[in-house]
């Protein structure tokens, strides 16, 4: 009998290429990105732990959940593996600020440490095999998330969500040493779960959906462990999910040169805590705003040149939350020219509600362009006095082109869980996450991203 050809094959080549993988063929540099893409991830977990989401998303799994199996992070409570991964994936998404692939703006950390993680307090685990599984599982759901986008996103699904349930199920089945057949089981498993629907951006349900994404998955692994058994061809057949969930399905974007690219290499750190299409305008109010010394009394007008997919994603003119400011690209602007930063605290409910921005807000302009690229504005600041402030921005800062640097991302880090976890435990969160590599457990991490 023939072979199958890969187009038709591809949840087998992608099941396989996961089951055969060794640490050791991984490059360093791989690892060092996976290490800061880590601790990108935890920085947010443990940060948006406070948010009221992970309050009310406890208090509704809190009746039905199992043995104590499991940390949450930022938290003073235990709960078992499959809840600890819901609520720490919800946490690390609910600020906005995880990490993106830039190419799919899928956010991979979230779906795929949350599980983890959690694996990591119910099994041996060193922190190589953790990075390991890791990367295999952003291998996965990224590169399916290369063979549907755009179209996948443009018919309003959130990709992060439907295409982290296969890293989740990737990852989690490598810990686990899933056959090849049972990798297929977990990917199947994985697709007939994948959901998440971009209607519900700038609510509690937009972070729900990396937090399902990697519970979900990491179930998926657990059940195929038990070959519990799915279509072999989840990913790829006619009613499977790329075809189902995608006018545009691209198989050799999952097949061609794996193991020789990592996507996990091209993967970037948020500097504002909102939708990365709206990063290159808040760079350039900041930059503006620093250059000239200006102050929201000294600004007439604010008009921005975007790509189409910045209206369409960010362009409520009047949030109401600070989950809504997220997703207003007029909010960010007011906010960076106000506080210099679009950090956490420029989208709380009391910034996006003060008197000030929401009167600055009125002034910013958005016109869409498709002349310009999504991580390119040209901005055009009018100051009341009649100067006119002029910047294109090409890359804007946290791109590939304009990367955090590891000072930056530390400081964002500290930002983040010093709330939580005050000044020591930051820093030995960081020290223990930059460590991981030669980690042989997770347990000091763990400690670290939990209140005293």
Request: glycine letters at 8%.
């Amino acid at each position: 009998m023939n072979a199958p050809a890969a187009s038709t094959a591809v949840t087998q080549i992608l099941a396989d290429f996961v089951v055969r993988s060794g640490a050791d063929d991984i490059p360093a540099a791989v690892y060092a990105e996976a290490t800061r893409s880590f601790l990108n991830w935890i920085g947010c977990a443990v940060g948006g732990s406070i948010h009221p989401a992970i309050d009310r998303a406890w208090a509704a799994a809190k009746p039905f959940a199992g043995a104590e199996q499991a940390s949450v992070l930022g938290r003073k409570f235990r709960t078992d593996l499959l809840n600890a991964t819901l609520l720490n994936g919800i946490s690390s998404h609910v600020f906005d600020f995880d990490d993106t692939h830039l190419r799919t703006i899928i956010h991979p950390a979230g779906p795929i440490a949350s599980g983890l993680l959690a694996m990591a307090e119910t099994r041996p685990m060193t922190g190589r095999e953790f990075l390991h599984a890791f990367i295999l599982g952003v291998e996965v759901e990224c590169r399916i998330g290369n063979s549907i986008y755009p179209d996948h996103y443009d018919r309003g699904w959130h990709i992060t969500g439907t295409a982290g349930v296969f890293g989740a199920a990737a990852a989690a089945g490598k810990i686990l040493g899933l056959d090849t057949l049972q990798m297929q089981y977990a990917l199947g498993i994985a697709a007939t779960q994948s959901s998440g629907l971009r209607e519900m951006f700038g609510t509690m349900c937009k972070p729900l959906h990396p937090g399902k994404a990697a519970q979900n998955g990491t179930f998926a692994a657990y059940l195929a462990k038990e070959n519990f058994t799915s279509s072999e061809r989840g990913i790829e057949a006619p009613r499977g999910f790329a075809h189902v969930a995608s006018t545009k399905f691209d198989p050799a974007e999952i097949i061609d040169n794996l193991g020789k690219t990592w996507e996990i290499s091209i993967n970037t750190y948020k500097p504002f805590a909102c939708g990365i299409v709206i990063h290159p305008a808040i760079d350039a109010c900041v930059q503006l705003r620093n250059a000239h010394g200006l102050k929201p009394a000294d600004i007439a007008s604010i008009d921005l040149r975007v790509h189409p997919l910045v209206l369409e994603l960010t362009g409520k003119t009047a949030p109401r939350t600070g989950l809504e400011g997220k997703f207003s690209v007029y909010h960010s602007c007011a906010a960076a020219i106000m506080h210099g930063r679009c950090g956490e605290h420029e989208y709380s409910d009391e910034c996006v509600a003060d008197p000030v921005i929401v009167d600055l807000r009125q002034k910013v302009r958005a016109t869409a362009d498709r002349s310009i690229h999504e991580h390119q504005v040209a901005a055009k600041l009018t100051a009341r006095d009649g100067r006119v402030f002029d910047l294109f921005i090409e890359h804007a800062i946290g791109s590939l082109g304009r990367p955090l640097s590891d000072a930056e991302l530390d400081a964002k880090v500290r930002d983040l869980c010093e709330p939580v976890i005050g000044s020591a435990g930051v820093g030995r969160l960081i020290a223990e996450s930059r460590a991981i590599n030669s980690a042989m457990s997770l347990e000091a991490i763990i400690k670290a991203g939990l209140p005293a």
